[in-house]
């Protein structure tokens, strides 16, 4: 066996694992469909380095060139696919496909030029350089977030495409790539051929894969931190972002405010109505969170009935607009399944972070003033004082309130 054919048997074995690779990241997430597309690709790859091993064993092998030249091409193209469905960009099936004819036809005509001829190697590798570059064009197109490994897939793609181009150089430097296609797999051109292409084609798989776990492993973690029932952050990701935002207020010397908010005689909506009621009134508030946030907050559900919305940029005076626009719109929400003479109403408390102040103490400051909002009857707004008022922490609310 040649060294070229051993390079292609280790290939074949490669893709094969490959495909096995993109196939367990689709089965891990359904939603996948970029690695399962990858995954069809490497199984086509298979097919090309498996006809490429039988044509040293063929009588005529012209027809077998075509087609492995055609195979491999189409392995591109469904590997673009793959990319179009990770970057949410639309695949270019058409310009593919028409592209694959044209180049397919192209091959299949230059077969009666000289074997060593510039132009017939080029029309064999210069495809494949243009697959590769729409390859870097939908990463190009689709990378909004300007991720690093985004950029790095891109110019690994544009390296790849240089080296298609660079072989018909490669071969002349090496002695050409065979007096007849049978004995291509002998050639020095041959075992370097291949073994590029080996390198490029592992690269880009094992990039596509990490980009693709990673982005599995954040989604899995963003959901573990989402409530079911609201849709908002849970309490632990409501905490956790908070923290992240405290810190960049900080440095930025930027304000931030809390609203704490529970709904008002929650249980007896449960008794009276159902639970169903109950959670279709979670489940309206909630949205309503969402949709009267302003730009930047974070949003959670972090009790039974209890919310938070943390402001970064809002200072105290804002944080308690926001507070009483939201309690009088929500308060004159109809909510279904409920009667529409029933109107729920949310109590209020907002804090604004003070210097040197934990995200902790704001908490409970926010907390303390809530519980005064409730105190004095519920539908209230209260805002909590300063926490260097208080030696505690606990941040007594002030005595202004919003109108119940």
Request: charge should be neutral.
């Amino acid at each position: 066996m040649s060294g070229a054919s051993f390079i292609l048997s280790i290939n074949i074995a490669v893709a094969g694992l490959l495909a096995a690779a993109f196939m367990a990241v689709a089965a891990y997430d359904g939603r996948r469909l970029a690695a399962r597309w990858m995954a069809a690709a490497y199984l086509i790859g298979m097919g090309y380095y498996g006809v490429e091993l039988a044509i040293p064993t063929l009588h005529d092998a012209i027809p077998a060139v075509v087609v492995a030249f055609a195979v491999l091409l189409v392995a591109t193209a469904v590997f673009n696919a793959g990319l179009a469905a990770k970057y949410a960009v639309r695949t270019p099936w058409l310009i593919m496909l028409a592209f694959v004819a044209a180049a397919t036809v192209t091959v299949a005509t230059v077969q009666d030029l000289p074997r060593q001829s510039p132009a017939r190697m080029m029309a064999y590798q210069f495809p494949y350089a243009v697959m590769q570059l729409i390859g870097l064009a939908i990463v190009w197109v689709g990378n909004r977030k300007r991720d690093p490994l985004a950029r790095l897939l891109m110019t690994v793609l544009a390296l790849s495409a240089a080296q298609f181009v660079s072989k018909p150089f490669l071969a002349a430097a090496l002695g050409g790539w065979g007096a007849d296609p049978q004995s291509y797999n002998g050639t020095v051109y041959a075992m370097v051929s291949q073994s590029l292409g080996t390198v490029f084609a592992v690269a880009i798989a094992l990039l596509i894969l990490v980009i693709l776990v990673r982005d599995a492993l954040g989604e899995a973690s963003a959901r573990s931190e989402i409530d079911a029932l609201s849709g908002l952050l849970n309490r632990g990701g409501f905490e956790r972002q908070a923290e992240t935002v405290l810190l960049r207020a900080a440095r930025h010397g930027m304000p931030v405010s809390l609203v704490l908010t529970d709904l008002d005689h929650f249980k007896a909506v449960n008794d009276t109505y159902g639970h169903a009621s109950g959670d279709r009134v979670i489940e309206s508030f909630a949205a309503f969170l969402r949709e009267t946030g302003v730009s930047g907050h974070i949003a959670g559900r972090i009790g039974g009935e209890e919310f938070a919305v943390l402001l970064p940029g809002t200072n105290l005076a804002a944080a308690r607009l926001f507070a009483e626009g939201a309690r009088s719109s929500f308060g004159a929400l109809p909510i279904d399944p409920l009667p529409l003479s029933h109107r729920c109403t949310a109590s209020f408390g907002v804090a604004e972070l003070q210097p040197l102040e934990s995200f902790r103490d704001m908490m409970r400051r926010a907390d303390a003033a809530l519980y005064e909002a409730k105190k004095a009857g519920r539908d209230q707004v209260r805002i909590a004082g300063e926490a260097s008022a208080f030696p505690n922490g606990n941040g007594a609310p002030r005595s202004v309130s919003g109108t119940g």
